[in-house]
């Protein structure tokens, strides 16, 4: 009989511990990873997560713990599930303790901030791995839906295809089916770039400007992803698939989405601090709307929703100023 896989998910956000309870329901073992010891042994003793999914009964075979380098040893898998600005810190730390063989396995939907680098290329850049142990997990997986073991589909991503085949079979269950995709590239910026288009639509619901305008957001959101995405050699097929288009509709059309409640509390007229300080938890696309436009600026890639977007979120512009802005560009033709 195979011994089963091994699986660490540093992180116990809400995330982290939904992707932690489908790998458990297929099968593995996993350990979370929590900072804080207090959270650790409550997700034991209680058999929840009571600060990011309370109410939610976790599978048997997960199991928590503060202890870093006892979550990391011999696991098959290491799952990264924290915020994509510390990622680099935390990674640091974590570097000398990783199995050897582990395949990194990144959540993490951002784009660093200064570098303009995937989440990928900062594994890579810190750890030392290579492309082939690097892998990502992204489509549209709203955590609470997927926690209640609602259907989803996702998009298990690597450069290598064996390496995606073995994490698309640790994480295959009746309710998640997971999709194969070597473009790591696409996939990545899919997923970054939908919260930054995320936080738009929200923003033009609080707002109160109507589906012609959401539906026109996410469309030409998905055109400026794709243009920095063949900038940075993606292939173009992928933003109409799962990593691309779903997950973007996903996000702008659900209230579960942090970065469009993030943007309609923006567009009913909080202010940044405000919203803040009523989210709970990270919205990527706050942070990662700078780094993005900075990473299609370097590429010579024009993304004016993006760029509104840091105009609001991070200059002070008033949304209705900034959306006056946005429908007086030069009109052009759609395929440019």
């Given at each position: 009989?195979?011994?089963p896989?091994?699986?660490?998910?540093?992180?116990t956000?809400s995330w982290?511990?939904?992707?932690?309870?489908?790998?458990?329901d297929?099968?593995?073992?996993?350990t979370?990873w929590?900072r804080r010891?207090e959270?650790a042994?409550?997700?034991?003793?209680t058999?929840?997560?009571?600060?990011y999914?309370?109410?939610v009964?976790?599978?048997?075979n997960?199991?928590?713990?503060s202890?870093?380098?006892?979550?990391l040893r011999?696991?098959?898998?290491?799952?990264?599930?924290?915020?994509?600005?510390?990622?680099?810190?935390?990674l640091?730390?974590?570097?000398?303790?990783l199995?050897?063989?582990?395949?990194?396995?990144?959540?993490?939907?951002?784009?660093?901030?200064?570098?303009?680098?995937?989440m990928?290329e900062?594994?890579?850049?810190v750890?030392?791995?290579?492309?082939?142990?690097?892998?990502?997990?992204?489509?549209?997986?709203?955590?609470r839906e997927?926690a209640?073991?609602?259907?989803?589909?996702?998009?298990v991503?690597c450069?290598?295809?064996?390496?995606?085949?073995?994490l698309?079979a640790a994480?295959h269950?009746?309710?998640?089916?997971p999709?194969?995709?070597?473009?790591?590239?696409?996939?990545?910026l899919?997923?970054a770039?939908k919260?930054?288009?995320?936080?738009?639509?929200?923003?033009?619901?609080?707002?109160?400007?109507g589906?012609n305008?959401?539906?026109?957001?996410?469309?030409?959101?998905?055109?400026?992803?794709?243009?920095?995405?063949?900038?940075?050699?993606a292939?173009?097929?992928?933003f109409?698939?799962?990593?691309?288009?779903g997950?973007?509709?996903?996000?702008?059309?659900?209230?579960?989405?942090?970065?469009?409640?993030?943007g309609?509390?923006?567009?009913r007229?909080?202010?940044?601090?405000?919203?803040i300080?009523?989210?709970?938890?990270?919205?990527?696309?706050?942070?990662?709307?700078?780094?993005?436009?900075?990473?299609?600026?370097?590429?010579?890639?024009?993304m004016?929703?993006?760029?509104?977007?840091?105009d609001?979120?991070?200059e002070?512009?008033p949304?209705?100023v900034?959306l006056k802005?946005l429908?007086s560009?030069?009109?052009?033709?759609?395929?440019?």
């Amino acid at each position: 009989m195979s011994k089963p896989v091994r699986v660490a998910v540093m992180g116990t956000g809400s995330w982290g511990t939904a992707f932690g309870m489908v790998l458990a329901d297929a099968g593995c073992e996993v350990t979370l990873w929590a900072r804080r010891t207090e959270l650790a042994e409550a997700v034991n003793s209680t058999r929840t997560n009571p600060d990011y999914l309370p109410g939610v009964e976790l599978p048997e075979n997960l199991r928590a713990t503060s202890d870093a380098a006892g979550a990391l040893r011999d696991a098959d898998f290491t799952v990264l599930a924290v915020p994509s600005q510390t990622l680099r810190a935390n990674l640091a730390e974590w570097t000398p303790l990783l199995a050897p063989g582990t395949v990194l396995v990144s959540l993490m939907k951002g784009v660093e901030l200064g570098s303009a680098m995937r989440m990928s290329e900062v594994i890579d850049d810190v750890a030392k791995v290579g492309a082939d142990r690097i892998a990502v997990v992204t489509g549209p997986n709203l955590a609470r839906e997927i926690a209640a073991r609602m259907p989803a589909a996702a998009v298990v991503a690597c450069t290598d295809e064996e390496v995606a085949r073995r994490l698309q079979a640790a994480c295959h269950t009746s309710y998640f089916r997971p999709y194969t995709n070597t473009d790591v590239v696409g996939c990545e910026l899919g997923g970054a770039v939908k919260n930054v288009i995320g936080l738009a639509v929200g923003i033009a619901d609080g707002m109160g400007l109507g589906d012609n305008a959401k539906g026109s957001l996410i469309t030409r959101g998905l055109a400026e992803t794709t243009r920095l995405g063949m900038a940075l050699g993606a292939d173009p097929l992928t933003f109409s698939g799962l990593a691309g288009l779903g997950d973007l509709v996903a996000t702008c059309s659900s209230p579960l989405s942090r970065n469009h409640t993030f943007g309609t509390n923006l567009g009913r007229g909080m202010t940044l601090e405000e919203t803040i300080a009523v989210t709970r938890q990270t919205a990527e696309g706050v942070k990662s709307c700078e780094s993005v436009a900075d990473l299609a600026r370097r590429h010579g890639v024009e993304m004016p929703i993006a760029e509104t977007v840091v105009d609001i979120v991070h200059e002070g512009k008033p949304p209705v100023v900034a959306l006056k802005e946005l429908m007086s560009r030069s009109a052009k033709p759609e395929r440019r």
